[in-house]
Protein backbone atom coordinates (compact mmCIF):
# COMPACT_ATOMS: atom_id res chain seq x y z
CA UNK A 1 0.00 0.00 0.00
CA UNK A 2 2.97 2.40 0.66
CA UNK A 3 4.18 1.70 -2.54
CA UNK A 4 1.44 2.89 -4.46
CA UNK A 5 1.23 6.05 -2.41
CA UNK A 6 5.10 6.74 -3.14
CA UNK A 7 4.49 6.50 -6.70
CA UNK A 8 1.52 8.54 -5.96
CA UNK A 9 3.82 11.24 -4.70
CA UNK A 10 6.74 10.35 -6.84
CA UNK A 11 5.25 11.31 -10.32
CA UNK A 12 2.51 14.33 -9.02
CA UNK A 13 5.41 16.39 -6.97
CA UNK A 14 8.26 15.67 -8.53
CA UNK A 15 10.29 13.77 -5.42
CA UNK A 16 13.46 11.73 -5.46
CA UNK A 17 13.65 8.54 -3.27
CA UNK A 18 15.53 10.35 -0.30
CA UNK A 19 13.09 13.24 -0.49
CA UNK A 20 10.27 10.42 -0.36
CA UNK A 21 11.90 8.93 2.44
CA UNK A 22 11.83 12.35 4.35
CA UNK A 23 7.88 12.69 3.47
CA UNK A 24 7.16 9.44 5.40
CA UNK A 25 9.20 10.28 8.04
CA UNK A 26 7.74 13.56 8.56
CA UNK A 27 4.14 12.31 7.89
CA UNK A 28 4.52 8.91 10.58
CA UNK A 29 6.16 11.64 12.83
CA UNK A 30 2.74 13.78 12.25
CA UNK A 31 0.77 10.88 13.56
CA UNK A 32 2.75 9.90 16.85
CA UNK A 33 2.53 13.48 17.79
CA UNK A 34 -1.51 13.63 17.12
CA UNK A 35 -1.91 10.76 19.15
CA UNK A 36 -0.35 11.70 21.96
CA UNK A 37 -1.45 15.00 22.18
CA UNK A 38 -4.75 12.97 21.90
CA UNK A 39 -3.89 10.36 24.83
CA UNK A 40 -2.31 13.49 27.20
CA UNK A 41 -5.83 15.47 25.98
CA UNK A 42 -7.70 12.18 27.43
CA UNK A 43 -5.50 11.52 30.35
CA UNK A 44 -5.72 15.81 31.39
CA UNK A 45 -9.47 15.43 31.15
CA UNK A 46 -9.80 12.28 33.28
CA UNK A 47 -7.81 13.85 35.98
CA UNK A 48 -9.60 17.05 35.75
CA UNK A 49 -12.93 14.64 36.51
CA UNK A 50 -11.34 13.37 39.13
CA UNK A 51 -10.56 16.77 40.74
CA UNK A 52 -14.11 17.36 40.02
CA UNK A 53 -15.16 14.46 42.14
CA UNK A 54 -12.64 14.92 44.74
CA UNK A 55 -14.30 18.81 45.03
CA UNK A 56 -17.78 17.97 45.43
CA UNK A 57 -17.56 15.39 47.32
CA UNK A 58 -19.22 15.30 51.03
CA UNK A 59 -17.54 15.49 54.30
CA UNK A 60 -18.02 11.94 54.75
CA UNK A 61 -17.02 10.71 51.66
CA UNK A 62 -13.50 8.94 51.33
CA UNK A 63 -11.93 11.04 49.26
CA UNK A 64 -13.82 14.38 50.30
CA UNK A 65 -11.70 17.88 50.98
CA UNK A 66 -11.74 20.09 54.09
CA UNK A 67 -12.69 23.56 52.72
CA UNK A 68 -10.33 24.94 55.25
CA UNK A 69 -7.02 22.96 53.82
CA UNK A 70 -4.03 22.90 51.97
CA UNK A 71 -5.58 19.85 49.98
CA UNK A 72 -8.30 22.05 48.43
CA UNK A 73 -5.19 24.99 46.95
CA UNK A 74 -3.33 22.07 45.58
CA UNK A 75 -6.36 20.74 43.85
CA UNK A 76 -7.39 24.42 42.39
CA UNK A 77 -3.48 24.55 41.32
CA UNK A 78 -3.62 20.85 39.99
CA UNK A 79 -6.97 22.04 37.65
CA UNK A 80 -5.34 25.21 36.95
CA UNK A 81 -2.05 23.08 35.34
CA UNK A 82 -4.58 20.23 33.79
CA UNK A 83 -6.54 23.08 31.51
CA UNK A 84 -3.13 24.58 30.27
CA UNK A 85 -2.04 21.42 29.19
CA UNK A 86 -5.23 20.63 27.63
CA UNK A 87 -5.35 23.94 25.97
CA UNK A 88 -1.66 23.17 24.33
CA UNK A 89 -2.77 19.53 23.44
CA UNK A 90 -6.02 20.74 21.70
CA UNK A 91 -3.44 23.65 20.12
CA UNK A 92 -1.36 20.88 18.98
CA UNK A 93 -4.32 18.53 17.05
CA UNK A 94 -5.94 21.19 15.28
CA UNK A 95 -2.68 23.19 14.14
CA UNK A 96 -2.06 23.54 10.44
CA UNK A 97 -0.78 25.39 8.24
CA UNK A 98 -0.45 26.75 4.77
CA UNK A 99 1.04 25.00 1.82
CA UNK A 100 3.58 26.36 -1.06
CA UNK A 101 3.03 25.23 -4.35
CA UNK A 102 7.05 24.33 -4.54
CA UNK A 103 7.03 20.67 -3.22
CA UNK A 104 10.47 21.24 -1.50
CA UNK A 105 9.16 24.87 -0.28
CA UNK A 106 6.17 22.58 0.99
CA UNK A 107 7.68 20.03 2.37
CA UNK A 108 9.95 22.47 4.65
CA UNK A 109 6.44 23.63 5.50
CA UNK A 110 5.27 20.73 6.60
CA UNK A 111 8.40 19.94 8.88
CA UNK A 112 7.92 23.84 10.55
CA UNK A 113 4.38 22.52 11.23
CA UNK A 114 5.26 18.97 12.78
CA UNK A 115 8.10 20.93 14.87
CA UNK A 116 5.63 23.25 16.41
CA UNK A 117 3.37 20.20 16.86
CA UNK A 118 5.82 18.90 18.84
CA UNK A 119 6.91 21.95 20.99
CA UNK A 120 2.90 22.17 22.27
CA UNK A 121 2.93 18.92 22.85
CA UNK A 122 6.35 19.05 25.13
CA UNK A 123 4.63 21.89 27.33
CA UNK A 124 1.42 19.91 27.23
CA UNK A 125 3.35 17.37 29.00
CA UNK A 126 5.46 19.60 31.13
CA UNK A 127 2.18 21.14 33.01
CA UNK A 128 0.21 17.63 32.68
CA UNK A 129 3.37 16.00 34.72
CA UNK A 130 2.70 18.89 37.73
CA UNK A 131 -1.03 18.60 36.96
CA UNK A 132 -0.75 14.85 38.09
CA UNK A 133 1.31 15.36 41.24
CA UNK A 134 -1.15 18.38 42.89
CA UNK A 135 -3.90 15.61 41.98
CA UNK A 136 -2.54 12.79 43.28
CA UNK A 137 -0.48 14.63 46.12
CA UNK A 138 -4.75 16.15 46.94
CA UNK A 139 -5.62 12.60 46.61
CA UNK A 140 -3.28 11.02 49.41
CA UNK A 141 -3.97 14.07 51.76
CA UNK A 142 -7.57 13.28 50.99
CA UNK A 143 -6.94 9.95 52.12
CA UNK A 144 -4.66 10.00 55.05
CA UNK A 145 -6.44 12.54 57.00
CA UNK A 146 -3.94 12.37 59.81
CA UNK A 147 -1.25 13.27 57.26
CA UNK A 148 -2.84 16.49 55.97
CA UNK A 149 -3.58 17.91 59.61
CA UNK A 150 0.49 17.34 59.83
CA UNK A 151 1.13 19.28 56.67
CA UNK A 152 -1.32 21.75 57.56
CA UNK A 153 0.55 22.35 60.06
CA UNK A 154 3.66 21.97 59.38
CA UNK A 155 2.77 24.70 56.70
CA UNK A 156 1.46 27.24 59.41
Known sequence: MTDRYDRIFKNLLGYDEEE????????????????????????????????????????TAAVSLDKKSVA?????????????SSLFSLASLVSSGKYS?????????????????????????????IGTLFVLATLFLSMYPDMHRWVSAALN
Do not use: H, W
Open 20 to 59: LRVLQSIRFRDQDQSTKGAALLAFAGLLIATSLVQLSAEP
Open 72 to 84: LILSFLGLFFLFI
Open 101 to 129: DNSRVALLQFYDLVQRRGRKIGVSYFFCM
